[in-house]
């Protein structure tokens, strides 16, 4: 699944059979390459949910138990190793050759654990169109630091 499409998404209480609020971002725990929880808000009030109390994501909605699963979202988090999806598609990709390959423009997760399946590194192109989309599957990454994602050598493909 692509992470992106996880943002505005409604979470969804099974127990209360209420809308908690919405995905605003994906938050990702560089160390165990997963998304370690969602960030979402409702009416100005933001909260995250650990991935681990995600009951299912379908094609509507993220569903959990109850309300119970959220907490309150704070900065501190972040310095914990967790990356927003929005930062984590700044990152540049290198690989072992120390070929620039480009910059993370799509990743894939698994929705079932959250883990990282695979990212599109894009480089060249105007405006997004054109220029070449190399797909990494999560296997490859060799490190994911704060600026620079290493990876092994692997060929690109351009777009058609």
């Known amino acids: 699944m692509n992470g992106a499409a996880l943002k505005g998404m409604a979470i969804v209480s099974i127990a209360e059979g209420s809308r908690l609020g919405r995905v605003d971002d994906l938050l990702i725990d560089l160390a165990q390459r997963q998304v370690a929880a969602l960030q979402a808000s409702d009416q100005g009030k933001r909260f995250i949910v650990p991935f681990q109390l995600v009951r299912n994501i379908g094609k509507d909605a993220v569903t959990v138990e109850s309300s119970q699963v959220t ?17 984590f598609n700044k990152l540049k990709v290198v690989d072992e050759s120390g070929t620039f390959m480009g910059t993370v423009s799509q990743v894939t997760i698994d929705p079932a654990t959250g883990h990282l399946v695979s990212l599109d590194a894009h480089k060249g192109g ?19 630091g704060q600026e620079i994602i290493t990876v092994a050598n692997v060929e690109a493909q351009p777009e058609a």
Do not use: N
């Open 71 to 87: 907490q309150v979202d704070g900065q501190a988090g972040q310095a914990a190793g967790l990356l927003r999806l929005e930062e």
């Open 126 to 144: 105007v405006l997004g169109l054109g220029g070449t989309t190399t797909t990494v599957a999560a296997e490859q990454v060799r490190a994911i």
